[in-house]
């Protein structure tokens, strides 16, 4: 039977409180999967250029474009490539275009900073955040993945992985991102390392158990799963 979100708890029809449940599904999954040392990139740059560059595309793509942008990888470089040339070098990624025109307006905001990652984790968090959101083409999901992995901010990354593996497990998530987001973070503590790890293995559970055709045996959410698939 689903579970529903009354006042910022979890709650059963039957009116059981069902607080901590997040903490309860990061400790099985960090259980099975591990740390998964996340994000894979080898420099907060390399980082943020990824968390644009994934967007509507898988992480193979990605690689692909990151090995053209390999001699690249340092925000001087970036910032002399024309867009044209820029998007050549993405092209494996999909949406090269606008993806590079995405980048490149990025880019114009980390310069006010002086691509100084330091200053910036001095900046204020809903600051930051707002900041980033009135970039082109830099929605949540993405600003939120740099908050966390680039700027050492604790933040709840809702993705499409997140709203399937919860609505599997019980879940009548709100619509509203931020709600999520917040729902979320009402319940786990406000720890960089956990919120680091929580994003990665949902990425890897969605990848190895929950897909869009799950592969129930062996999971580590078996137990506390109410199996919804419609």
């Known amino acids: 039977m689903p579970r529903f979100i009354y006042g910022g708890s979890f709650t059963k029809r039957n009116g059981d409180k069902m607080k901590n449940d997040y ?7 960090y259980k099975h999967y591990g740390p998964q040392g996340w994000w894979p990139a080898e420099t907060p740059f390399e980082m943020m250029i990824g968390s644009i560059l994934v967007q509507n595309t898988s992480w ?10 390999k001699p690249f990888l340092k925000p001087e470089a970036i910032d002399k490539l024309s867009i044209d040339e820029l998007a050549q070098l993405i092209r494996p990624s999909g949406f090269f275009n606008i993806k590079a025109s995405r980048i490149k307006s990025y880019m114009e905001w980390f ?25 082109k083409g830099i929605g949540p999901e993405t600003a939120d ?10 933040i709840f990354v809702v993705d499409a992985y ?12 709100p619509a509203s ?37 799950p592969i129930c045996d062996s999971c580590p959410l078996f137990d506390i799963c109410y199996r919804r698939l419609d």
Do not use: W
């Open 111 to 135: 310069k006010t900073y002086n691509y100084d990652i330091p200053l910036i984790k001095e900046v204020d968090r809903h600051k930051l955040r707002t900041e980033l959101l009135s970039i």
């Open 23 to 29: 903490q309860l599904i990061y400790n099985k999954l």
């Open 145 to 154: 993945v740099i908050l966390l992995y680039a700027f050492d901010i604790p």
């Open 60 to 69: 193979r793509n990605v690689d692909k474009a990151l090995d053209n942008l």
């Open 177 to 213: 991102y931020d709600t999520f987001r917040k729902q979320v973070e009402n319940e786990i503590p406000r720890d960089l390392a956990q919120y680091n790890e929580f994003h990665a293995l949902i990425v890897e559970h969605a990848k190895e158990h929950c897909k869009a055709t």
């Open 162 to 173: 997140a709203r399937r593996i919860f609505y599997r497990l019980g879940y009548d998530m």
